[in-house]
């Protein structure tokens, strides 16, 4: 919820409650910094003082001339619920409770008298909130922040203070630091959604220890993600959870492998280490926006180009190579003996002009950045290097690291590079890994635009089929499936498996199979006590007669007698052996992660998958680009492409498993565990060879515990069209980029300038995936499309909402593709809409439209909305329609 985070993080007044003259008190060390540095009206308040310097001192809250904007509580903890509610009372929006040591009851009571008056709550035992620009610090730090652009929000206020320390010395400005304490109330994505939108912040780090909501969480992310950088670093990574797990799958897709996954999913960047988080930090200040793709190391030192040569290859960062232009260029200027590569050395006894004449010819090579690496030596000072390329290093956009090597030699060049705003920094290992995650951070927002490749709709999924097995197996007080149950529920997904027979723990039952199916076959015990079939010896494979088959049958219940005496042994699958020639042993796994919900694991599988830990973790849901995106984060992804004369494996068929999986995983809310291993993989197809499920009456999973909330399938619809046709109303897919595409292009001008406010025939890609790729979580848009002769689809509308995050307002907008006006599409779209958000607990639906699109205007009169000039231009006319209680409308 973002209500009055305004008050919050820009107020124009701030009452100080504690605030004090005492010497160690926190209410006298923050009115202080607050005295000495904010820009708008403060209050101090404290009930045995009068006077705190030149400031009035007032006795309680309801004494103060005004409400203020912002309270800063320094009080005792069991004071804080009755100031919190006398502040609401009297039209306070926001606090940042200082105060530390509430317990559960007074924290509930904290937020019980804030709730009535949506008062805003940062903590408690929260020391640490400042806005540089505006003169605003609550924190208990030594030194205080410069105004920039990059906002740092942390679970640990020590961090906070530790970060600006740093942040001083490098000369680094920032927007906001935030230090969420207890995180009460306000948390990350509140704060995410503020600083999405906030144009003094163009980068964002976070350090996350805990998470709270996650769906909530990762759709502000995504969000602030695809607006500006979103930096992430997280503390208590290690765990033990997996160390009770069941499955395969359980054990390899650990929590912070989750985790990385979620912060992948939703266009975070993340870093494993505080100081990768500064580095990170310095170029997002500086070097945002860059573009650059590959590196130029310019150095006065074979070593140190070295290094940054191994520092660009562990990272992925390409080095440039120079073109033949550019190094007839650079052999008028340089020495004969210069290195004629990069990393270009231009020789330890390089004076500023062969500096500045080497950096302007690379400079020139477009999409390259250029790391200045400079070792000090006896020949010129540092600083006077530095002077003669300043004025060519900072033109803008910056494309110039600095990398001043030592410390006393070159602490001028290097701080006159920071003052200039140069990213700058202490090794060539700190340089590249910097500029590696600026690159990274631009490729996963290309990624994240990829268009995903046009699928069906609906699943082929038996959902009843399954339901009914599901509700068996947990009426018979089970929570396994057993081989054949569980393969049956896959394929009634939709996934290949093989044929299996059950029988009693016989060994002539067992012949009597094999025989009927065909030699050769695969014999496996079937235990509810045994997890791992392997390893109590229950499988054998490539059985060819029925004396094989016997003894194998008889050494296994010996064996597995043995090993696991307590076993009950309920008999023997027997199904044929697969022979696939290249084929590959793969895995295929779902858990249910205590935080993000149900994840899917992908990787090698076999006997040894936990040995060679080959994995991927995703979270569902998933389509066919995500799934090649988990396939593609495996070193077994290289062996599927083929090599010598192993041909390429049908990777088709295995985004398919993958996708039905997903489907499977949304549809069934009971599923805890799942293991397909091994699934078999080759140029044919796929095929399930073996599988396990675990199922809780819980139901721990389901669409409505995924992370992300997956395509709302619930909300398509049918109706019979003018034409004869049937007309559906769906949610709009990230699939129907060509889709809408389409449609725009068949729209009249006039219409799109009626929509947009302005004249435009085409769309990029970008835009058009903005549009496509939407949160269902936060926004809606629905299309309505018209069945084609040859089995496609034709869209011939659009409506949209999109909501605040609160779910207190929605702003609509609607296009009805120009030929196909008169059927009432407008009305339908409209319908359909209203329907949805009145559903979804939304309070008011708003509008904006140009006064002469008369349509528009008519329209809305007929579905019930106000219509008014609208306050912020005359030319518009401000459409509202409530939602919900009794002057609801439509």
């Known amino acids: 919820m973002t209500r009055h985070l305004h008050a919050l993080l820009a107020p124009r007044s701030v009452a100080v409650f504690g605030a004090s003259d005492r010497p160690q008190r926190d209410g006298t060390a923050i009115w202080n910094r607050l005295a000495a540095e904010f820009k708008g009206t403060l209050y101090a308040v404290n009930p045995r003082l009068r006077q705190l310097g030149e400031h009035k001192v007032w006795h309680s809250v309801a004494e103060l001339p005004q409400?203020?904007?912002?309270?800063?509580?320094?009080t005792p903890a069991a004071t804080v619920p009755g100031l919190v509610g006398a502040l609401g009372a009297r039209g306070c929006k926001a606090a940042v409770v200082v105060s530390a040591g509430l317990s559960d009851d007074q924290t509930q009571a904290m937020l019980a008298a804030a709730r009535p008056y949506a008062l805003r709550i940062l903590g408690p035992d929260c020391t640490g909130l400042l806005v540089p620009h505006l003169g605003l610090n609550t924190s208990l730090a030594q030194v205080s922040a410069q105004p920039g652009s990059v906002a740092f929000v942390s679970q640990s206020a020590a961090l906070v203070t530790a970060m600006m320390d740093w942040a001083s010395s490098r000369q680094i400005g920032f927007s906001h630091f935030i230090s969420l304490g207890e995180h009460a109330d306000v948390d990350f994505a509140d704060v995410l959604d503020y600083l999405a939108s906030d144009a003094?912040?163009?980068?964002?780090?976070?350090?996350?220890?805990?998470?709270?909501?996650?769906?909530?969480?990762?759709?502000?992310?995504?969000?602030?993600?695809?607006?500006?950088p979103l930096i992430v670093v997280k503390g208590g990574r290690s765990g033990q959870g997996q160390q009770a797990a069941s499955t395969h799958s359980a054990a390899l897709a650990g929590s912070d492998r989750v985790f990385d996954a979620a912060v992948s999913r939703a266009g975070m960047l993340r870093v494993f280490r505080l100081q990768h988080l500064f580095m990170a930090a310095e170029l997002l200040a500086r070097f945002r926006d860059n573009r650059s793709e590959a590196l130029i190391v310019l150095t006065n030192g074979g070593g140190a180009g070295v290094l940054a040569a191994d520092a660009a290859d562990y990272a992925r960062v390409r080095l440039a190579r120079l073109s033949a232009e550019r190094i007839a260029e650079l052999d008028a200027v340089l020495p004969a003996g210069w290195s004629r590569a990069n990393p270009v050395d231009i020789g330890g006894d390089a004076p500023p002009q062969r500096y500045l004449d080497a950096l302007r010819i690379l400079l020139r090579e477009r999409d390259c950045a250029v790391l200045l690496l400079h070792a000090p030596t006896g020949h010129v000072p540092s600083l006077e290097i530095a002077q003669a390329l300043l004025p060519l290093a900072s033109e803008k956009p910056v494309r110039v690291l600095g990398c001043w090597l030592g410390t006393q030699a070159v602490a001028a060049a290097s701080a006159l590079f920071r003052a200039a705003g140069i990213p700058d920094y202490d090794t060539p290992e700190d340089a590249v890994r910097a500029f590696a995650s600026l690159r990274l951070h631009r490729h996963h927002q290309i990624d994240l635009m990829e268009t995903p490749p046009a699928a069906p709709l609906h699943s082929r999924m038996d959902l009843p089929g399954i339901r009914e097995l599901v509700e068996f197996v947990l009426a018979d007080g089970r929570e396994w499936l057993t081989e054949p149950e569980t393969k049956e529920l896959l394929k009634r997904a939709g996934l290949p498996v093989t044929p299996t027979r059950v029988v009693p723990p016989e060994a002539q039952a067992a012949v009597y199979a094999a025989e009927t199916l065909g030699y050769p076959v695969v014999l496996k015990i079937l235990s509810h006590d045994i997890t791992h079939k392997s390893d109590v010896g229950g499988v054998r494979l490539d059985l060819h007669n029925a004396a094989e088959v016997e003894q194998a049958a008889r050494s296994m219940l010996e064996r597995v007698a043995h090993l696991q005496p307590q076993a009950r042994i309920e008999g023997f699958t027997v199904q044929p052996m697969a022979r696939r020639a290249h084929a590959h042993e793969l895995i295929i796994g779902s858990r249910v992660d205590p935080l993000f919900g149900p994840v899917i694991l992908f990787g090698q599988g076999g006997v040894a998958v936990e040995v060679l830990a080959d994995r991927a973790v995703a979270l569902p849901p998933l389509n066919g680009k995500l799934a090649r995106s988990l396939v593609e984060r495996t070193r077994v992804a290289k062996l599927l492409q083929g090599y010598r004369n192993v041909p390429a494996a049908n990777q088709e068929a295995l985004v398919d498993a993958l996708v039905a999986v997903s489907q499977l995983l949304a549809e069934v809310p009971e599923i805890a565990e799942l293991d397909i291993n091994p699934l078999l993989l080759n140029p044919e197809g796929a095929l399930v060879l073996d599988a396990r499920l675990r199922l809780s009456g819980l139901r721990p999973g389901g669409a409505a515990q995924f992370a992300i909330r997956p395509y709302p399938l619930e909300l398509i619809e049918t109706l019979p069209f003018a034409d004869g046709r049937t007309l559906t109303l769906r949610p709009i897919r990230p699939e129907d980029e060509a889709l809408l595409d389409s449609f725009f292009a068949q729209l009249d001008p006039e219409d799109i300038r009626l929509r947009l406010f302005y004249s435009r025939r085409s769309f990029e890609h970008s835009e058009l995936a903005r549009m496509t790729q939407i949160d269902y979580e936060r926004e809606m848009a629905f299309i309505a499309t018209l069945p084609l002769p040859d089995g496609s689809e034709e869209m011939i509308g659009d409506v949209r909402g999109l909501g605040d995050p609160d779910n207190i307002e929605a702003e609509f907008g609607v296009l009805v593709r120009s030929d196909m006006k008169g059927h009432r599409l407008g009305w339908i779209l409209m319908d359909k809409l209203i329907r949805y958000l009145r559903a979804?607990?939304?309070?008011?639906?708003?509008?904006?439209?140009?006064?002469?699109?008369?349509?528009?205007?008519?329209?809305?009169?007929?579905?019930?909305?106000?219509?008014?000039?609208?306050?912020?231009?005359?030319?518009?006319?401000?459409?509202?329609?409530?939602?919900?209680g009794p002057q609801s409308g439509h």
């Not at 996350?208 to 695809?226: G, I, Q």
Request: positive net charge; charged residues 25%.
């Open 200 to 228: 003094r912040t163009r980068a964002i780090m976070l350090y996350v220890e805990t998470l709270d909501e996650p769906r909530k969480f990762l759709s502000a992310a995504r969000v602030a993600a695809r607006n500006k």
């Open 67 to 74: 409400a203020p904007d912002l309270a800063v509580i320094c």
């Open 840 to 884: 979804n607990g939304t309070q008011r639906i708003v509008g904006a439209v140009l006064r002469e699109n008369s349509g528009m205007l008519a329209l809305g009169r007929k579905l019930g909305f106000s219509i008014v000039v609208h306050p912020e231009d005359s030319d518009l006319r401000h459409l509202d329609l409530p939602l919900q």
